[in-house]
């Protein structure tokens, strides 16, 4: 509220937008909705309003997410009640600390839906929207780029790609035109260094090397290679080299068949998930950023030898990390293993997604037959 309230005053150079726990270093979208909240709940002092607000944006969030997995059908019915019941941190995160973390993952949901509807257009507009709203969610966009390429090649891809682009500019604009350079450099500042105390994932290493710049190039460079290596093993199911996305689908020598629901929600997700196991820092909000994701990364492409017995456990000790305040040597480990875990489930999972067969399942036309 208080770093939206220079906006309300009318100032409009990021740098001299702050509130008490720093500067405001997230992009217009997040303006636009907070100031939207600040006059809803009279400048900020109706806090129980606010609540039950976000407690709606919790119930459509959960509805956006049922939906989807409903159209991949992958994750039995039990497990939705872990989501909904046994995560204390994420009500914490809408319920009591209102944070723009699950506006911006609420919006991200309505895209995959959209993108699951082959409305490819308008998942990109909302795809964006949700990045104006906070940054975490352009971990999905290798995965989308993916998914825009694999279904349009590249001149079909680069309209939607516009429609990203030019929304960014539009809700900029104002803030833009007033000092261009303050705007991107305080909403897309790539480089912020964190706070020591804060780090979920971290704990156990010296605050020298988590501060450490080799350190976060470390991290970049395994980052991208996760995605190399999951894009030519575990998303690209062609035998034509991974370029051949790049031609029209008409002009592909091996036609592939449409992308199935599973194919998109596991590259989102596989996306997003690399980036949060690679991130410098993870706050204890951010846990909103993969947490809806987790039950179709475990049982989505679920590899033999782990029962559901043991990734329920998985699911426990991730939430058990994220409870644990502040975070110790010992819950940070746990989580990165609980990662690593994942991580093997993705790889090792079947190399192929077959569609369940259902009345759910979208069936398309056969191709006319020529004279």
Not at 237 to 255: N, Q, V
Request: charged share 15%; aromatic share 14%; glycine share 6%.
């Amino acid at each position: 509220m208080a770093e939206v309230e220079g906006v309300a005053n009318g100032t409009l150079d990021y740098t001299q937008l702050k509130g008490d726990t720093g500067p405001l270093v997230y992009p217009a979208g997040f303006v636009y909705i907070f100031l939207g909240l600040y006059y809803v709940t009279g400048r900020g002092t109706d806090i129980r309003l606010a609540q039950h607000l976000f407690a709606g944006l919790y119930l459509a969030t959960l509805v956006l997410v049922f939906r989807i997995y409903g159209r991949t059908r992958k994750v039995p019915p039990y497990v939705f009640f872990f989501m909904c019941c046994a995560s204390y941190r994420v009500h914490s995160i809408f319920l009591l600390r209102l944070f723009n973390d699950p506006v911006a993952m609420a919006i991200l949901f309505v895209a995959v839906n959209l993108f699951l509807d082959e409305r490819w257009s308008w998942g990109c507009f909302f795809f964006s929207l949700a990045v104006s709203v906070k940054m975490n969610v352009l971990l999905f966009a290798p995965g989308l780029l993916f998914l825009l390429l694999r279904r349009f090649g590249l001149v079909g891809a680069i309209p939607k790609l516009a429609i990203c682009a030019a929304l960014q500019v539009v809700l900029g604009l104002p803030f833009l035109l007033e000092n261009p350079g303050g705007y991107l450099s305080r909403s897309f500042d790539l480089g912020r260094q964190f706070l020591f105390k804060w780090t979920v994932n971290w704990r156990f290493l010296p605050e020298e090397v988590f501060q450490h710049r080799a350190f976060h190039a470390a991290l970049l460079t395994a980052h991208l290679a996760a995605l190399a290596l999951l894009a030519l093993r575990r998303w690209h199911r062609s035998e034509e080299s991974i370029l051949s996305l790049l031609r029209d689908p008409a002009d592909r020598k091996t036609s592939l068949q449409p992308l199935t629901p599973n194919e998109i929600v596991f590259v989102l997700f596989s996306s997003n998930f690399v980036g949060v196991c690679c991130s410098r820092s993870l706050h204890y909000q951010f846990y909103v950023w993969y947490f809806h994701t987790l039950p179709y990364l475990l049982w989505g492409s679920p590899a033999k030898k782990l029962g559901h017995l043991l990734r329920v456990l998985v699911l426990g000790l991730i939430e058990l990390s994220w409870n644990t305040y502040p975070s110790t040597v010992y819950s940070s480990a746990s989580l990165h293993a609980c990662h690593g875990v994942v991580l093997l489930q993705l790889w090792y999972g079947p190399a192929s997604l077959p569609e369940p067969c259902g009345p759910s399942r979208r069936v398309t036309a056969p191709p006319k037959k020529t004279q």
